[in-house]
């Protein structure tokens, strides 16, 4: 298969609480990205993770990466309305160039 | 990062008939990528295009139905030839420097075949 797994595919929670998305790739990485995409349009970068690197945080996002279990997660916190989109991770498969993308988690957050 | 300009944004075609969306990057990068998204999925690679060589297609994708051109280090075309109802997705091209940084993306094209 081309793409990555996420999980969960959709996830619906109320304003304030923090959500969470994993993703798990199968092969090594050089390292991964996390995008937001809003209304099946543009995307939007949120964090880059390198492979020797095991957290990154950006305001209000946390993104881990454990290369052991081939898997990273995406940490929402105080979420907002504002937040509701779909969120993908990204990454090149071995040392190819090519990226690919994870399958993607649909976030909703309810006011 | 860079900005990539994507045109079309959307279109309406007739089936049969072909499109070619273009990408032009406001800075050389290395590697472009053209992605398809249909409807409430995920992006799927189409193909990889590098300046000076023959774009490499992803399995299930083929040159008849999707040409590309990499005529330089800042553009890029894709041509959706022959379409179909099936070929409505929204297309995105992709542009990397290097295979540490950031990728960066066009805004996309919504395609519609009637």
């Known amino acids: 298969s081309q793409q990555g797994e996420e999980d969960p595919q959709a996830l619906s929670i109320q304003e304030g609480e923090n959500a969470t998305m994993n993703c798990s790739y199968k092969t090594s990485i050089n390292n991964l990205q996390w995008y937001r995409q809003n209304s099946g349009r543009g995307l939007v970068h949120l964090i880059l993770?390198?492979?020797?690197?095991r957290e990154k945080h950006s305001g209000r996002l946390r993104v881990t990466l454990d290369t052991s279990k081939k898997s990273s997660s995406l940490l929402i916190t105080a979420s907002r309305a504002a937040d509701t989109a779909s969120y993908f991770c990204?990454?090149?498969?071995?040392?190819?160039?090519?990226?690919?993308f994870g399958k993607g988690t649909k976030l909703t957050v309810n006011p | 990062s860079a900005v990539i300009s994507q045109k079309p944004s959307r279109d309406i075609c007739q089936r049969g008939t072909s499109l070619t969306i273009q990408c032009q990057v406001d800075?050389?990068?290395?590697?472009m990528f053209w992605y398809r998204q249909q409807p409430g999925q995920s992006l799927t690679l189409i193909a990889t295009a590098n300046q000076g060589s023959e774009a490499t297609y992803e399995s299930g994708f083929v040159i008849d139905k999707f040409p590309i051109s990499r005529p330089n280090l800042t553009f890029s075309t894709l041509t959706v030839s022959n379409m179909s109802p099936e070929d409505s997705s929204i297309y995105l091209c992709s542009g990397r420097d290097t295979l540490i940084t950031e990728a960066f993306f066009g805004q996309g094209t919504r395609l519609t075949v009637v």
């Open positions: 800075s050389q990068v290395t590697m």
């Open positions: 993770i390198r492979s020797n690197e």
């Open positions: 990204l990454f090149s498969q071995g040392g190819s160039e090519k990226l690919v």
